[in-house]
């Protein structure tokens, strides 16, 4: 369930206090070199850039400075989101938290695809705030 969305700068979400779970869009092919994935392989956990090959439908997670990062595989390089809304509320309700999740949605998921991912979120059990991205903000 979205509790709040709010319009933010790149990796805007690792500077938010008490945002000790965040989530992002990781894909199946485990090349996470873009966005806010890249900030967090900078800084935080380099192995995400070039994780390997991850099974749709499933989180990769680590905790690292007592924040939890999920990488929510719900999303494709060559497919891009196939069963989106589906696939990004399974792995939300993966997580082992009833704490709040704070996600961050890129500007480069627009139009059909952010509605899509929203309704995602909005079927999950979770408690979610977006920060939504976009792409002239980086």
């Known amino acids: 369930m979205i509790i709040n969305s ?11 206090r008490g945002n ?3 989530a ?3 894909n199946t092919e485990g090349r996470n070199e873009k966005g806010l994935s890249k900030e967090i392989a900078t800084k935080y956990w380099p192995e995400i850039a ?20 999920y990488g929510l595989v719900c999303y494709s390089l060559e497919r891009g989101f196939i069963d989106g809304a589906e696939n990004i509320c399974k792995c939300l309700d993966k997580i082992s938290t009833d704490e709040t999740i704070f996600l961050e949605v890129s500007g480069a998921f627009s139009g059909h695809t952010f509605f899509e991912i929203r309704n995602g979120i909005e079927k999950s059990q979770k408690k979610v705030i977006i920060y939504q991205v976009s792409e002239n903000k980086m």
């Open 24 to 26: 992002f869009i990781a």
């Open 20 to 22: 000790v779970h965040i």
């Open 50 to 69: 070039n994780i390997g090959v991850c099974r749709m439908g499933t989180i990769i997670e680590k905790e690292v400075e007592g924040i939890h990062f």
């Open 6 to 16: 709010k319009r933010a700068k790149r990796n805007d979400i690792l500077k938010g």
